[in-house]
């Protein structure tokens, strides 16, 4: 994971615009956002992150590298090559960028897993980078719901962090208008509420679509996510994790043909979903980075007591694209995690004020 040096507290910047910070703490779930500087783009958070993920692991065992974004640097040359260069990895693999919104980072985990499954990967592993600068404008009601950051994984036989369940997804796509960033454009362009619907229609889809997956495949019984230990969702912002959920419980209660129960409901949002959102929370909105910043948060906090239990994924972007997916929790990710160092990579950032974060915003 790596994330900017510099972060604004949320409560500064609803005082700044005159709102009441409940709004962004209890409304959005916020608490803390990345806010990245101009040296701090798309390749560096990339490179970066993807330094930390490769430590210990022999780089000529890569055969691909695929970057999702939607914050390119350049119309053709893909943040993949920068960071392919950066870091010398080897000449003969596969080098490239994947966009579609916020579900770019999983085309390229799906493209990994599918190629390294089907064999055709021999014994050659992936590095997979998700790296994005949420970037909505100052004054927009976007703007509580900016944030920056990267995840890198490498996706290989045998994983240290998570199995996941090939083939086992649900994918739901429509042609719809709720974000989109025009060329020539530095700003997203979001109709927010109807994002929020399109995500919630998404997630009913693919969920069932993996519901039925999970069937036949014999990982769970009968439809019902209690069967999984936990969830992460694609997180614009915290709350949204929480709408999905609901989401999710009610596409549940209709398919057993019982009353949605909206008490039970949020329990089973604060047992299944509430321990992937602090990080979250502290970093905002990394675009195709986000679900994996709440599965990384996760690990980091229990990764020990779901060792070898299953956990639901959903991945979302806008346009839109969308996938829910599964995998189990491998007994060696409490120690992999660890070498993250999650709350050093925290610890090591500097609070700024709102003027220093709208010279920054001016400058970028
Ligand atoms: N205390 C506590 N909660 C408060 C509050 C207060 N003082 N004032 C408002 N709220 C709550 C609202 O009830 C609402 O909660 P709900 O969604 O559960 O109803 C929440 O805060 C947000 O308020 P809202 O008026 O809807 O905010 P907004 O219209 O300013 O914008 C977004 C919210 C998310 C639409 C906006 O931030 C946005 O466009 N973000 C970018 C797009 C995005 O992230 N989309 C997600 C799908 S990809």
Redesign the pocket.
């Known amino acids: 994971v790596a994330v900017p040096r510099r972060y604004l507290d949320i409560v500064d910047l609803a005082v700044a615009r005159g ?10 779930g916020a608490r803390e956002m990345a806010v990245a500087e101009p040296g701090e783009d798309t390749v560096s958070l990339a490179a970066t992150a993807a330094t930390r993920a490769l430590a210990g692991i022999d780089r000529s065992e890569l055969g691909l590298l695929v970057v999702g974004t939607e914050t390119g640097v350049d119309h053709s040359k893909p943040v993949a090559s920068f960071v392919h260069g950066l870091l010398e990895l080897p000449r003969a693999m596969r080098v490239y960028d994947t966009q579609h ?2 579900y770019g980072g999983t085309a390229g985990l799906m493209t990994a897993i599918e190629w390294i499954a089907s064999g055709a990967a021999g014994n050659r592993a992936a590095l997979v980078i998700c790296s994005d600068i949420a970037r ?1 404008g100052i004054h ?6 900016q944030g920056a950051g990267a995840i890198a994984m490498v996706i290989r036989r045998d994983p240290a962090l998570l199995a996941l369940d090939v083939g086992v997804t649900g994918a739901s796509s429509t042609h719809v208008h ?2 989109w960033r025009p060329l020539g454009m530095r700003e ?1 362009q ?4 109807y ?2 619907e ?2 919630l229609d998404a997630v009913a889809t693919a969920y069932r679509g993996w519901t039925v997956q999970a069937i036949a495949r014999g990982l769970i019984a009968s439809p019902g996510c209690e069967q999984l230990a936990r969830l992460c969702y ?1 997180v ?2 915290c ?2 994790a ?2 999905a959920h609901l989401q999710v419980r009610r596409c549940d209660a209709e398919d057993d043909g019982i009353a949605f129960d909206e008490v039970a409901a949020a329990a089973s949002f604060e047992r299944q979903v509430a321990p992937s959102l602090p990080l979250c929370s502290r970093i905002g ?1 990394v675009y195709t980075g986000s679900l994996y910043v709440g599965l990384a948060g996760l690990l980091d906090a229990q990764a020990g007591e779901l060792a070898d239990r299953r956990i639901g994924m959903f991945s ?1 972007g ?1 346009g839109c694209t969308s996938e829910f997916f599964s995998g189990v929790v491998s007994p060696r990710a409490a120690e992999r995690i660890a070498e993250a160092r999650l709350a050093d990579v925290l610890a090591a950032r500097e609070r700024i004020s709102i003027a220093e974060y709208e010279r920054i915003m001016a400058l970028t």
């Open positions: 709102v009441d910070p409940g709004k962004y703490t209890q409304g959005l919104a916020c909505y927009t009601a976007g703007e509580p719901t709720d974000f997203a979001v109709d927010g509420h994002s929020v399109c995500y694609h614009p912002f709350k949204m929480k709408k909105n979302y806008s």
